[in-house]
């Protein structure tokens, strides 16, 4: 009934977060109509009338009582009915051989992929700037960084969303499920830049994906890295396609 409202879900695991966040719209929906409604009719019942005197109550113990018990009931629930869909999203790591790293900065994405050697932090790495190409259909495991503030990954299309930490490694995944061109804005407030910090995510064909990678990761495709970098130093960047929409607005 709701699907109307959020962004089209392509990915394997986007049905176990639209589902909860269904359930919550219901739950606080029908909590603001009931609160609303009885307000309007306490505002008519008790509205100001000629003879009538105010009167002090000092309230009813089982009715806060229950206000009190059954909302917290209710978050319980939440939290354990979001448990499944939290320890398969964030707690497990499904087998892949499709691992990028994602460093986020001020204010792009840097996207690192092992190259041919399928090995980080050697002469064959190629780095992308604000823009991610994977095949549809895949397993893809993001390692994510941050070089200075905290950012947040977001694929709305994705149910994705993860802070990049400074200091930290943290390891996510997605599958996609229907090739396209997906956004993905930095969904932390990360300085001047953040509204202008976003990138495009490729989802290939299987074909495609083999053709953009014969083109853009094999060690001849471009000079992008001369020599190891040093871990922590600013990788250097290879434009891989003229994406511009990528990089507008600052
Ligand atoms: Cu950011």
Redesign the pocket.
């Known amino acids: 009934m709701l699907d109307w409202w959020l962004p089209e879900n392509v990915s394997t695991y986007g049905q176990e977060i639209d589902w909860l966040f269904h359930l919550i719209y219901y739950i606080t929906g029908v909590t603001f109509v009931l609160v609303f409604v009885t307000m309007l009719v306490f505002l008519v019942m008790y509205r100001d009338r000629p003879g009538r005197r105010a009167r002090y109550t000092h309230g009813n113990t089982t009715l806060e009582i229950v206000w009190t018990v059954v909302p917290a009931l209710i978050l319980v629930i939440l939290t354990i009915l979001s448990v499944p869909a939290w320890s398969k999203i964030k707690r497990t790591m499904p087998e892949t051989d499709f691992v990028v790293q994602v460093t ?1 900065k ?2 792009n994405w840097q996207v690192t992929y092992p190259g041919p050697d399928g090995q980080f932090g050697t002469a064959d790495d190629k780095t992308l700037l604000d823009e991610m190409h994977v095949p549809v259909n895949k397993v893809v495991r993001v390692i994510l960084k941050s070089q200075d ?4 990954f977001f694929v709305p299309q994705f149910r994705m969303k993860q802070d990049a930490v400074p200091g930290r490694e943290i390891r996510q995944w997605f599958e996609v499920v229907k090739p396209g061109r997906y956004e993905w804005p ?1 969904a ?4 001047f830049g ?1 509204s202008g ?1 976003r990138g495009w995510i490729y989802v290939h064909t299987p074909d495609e994906y083999g053709k953009w990678a014969a083109q853009n990761l094999t060690a001849e495709a471009a000079p992008a890295a001369a020599e190891p970098k040093p871990e922590g130093t600013k990788a250097e960047t290879t434009k891989a396609e003229p994406t511009k929409e990528g990089k507008a607005k600052k």
């Open positions: 986020a001020q204010f503030v905290i950012h947040s930095c932390e407030l990360c300085g953040h910090m």
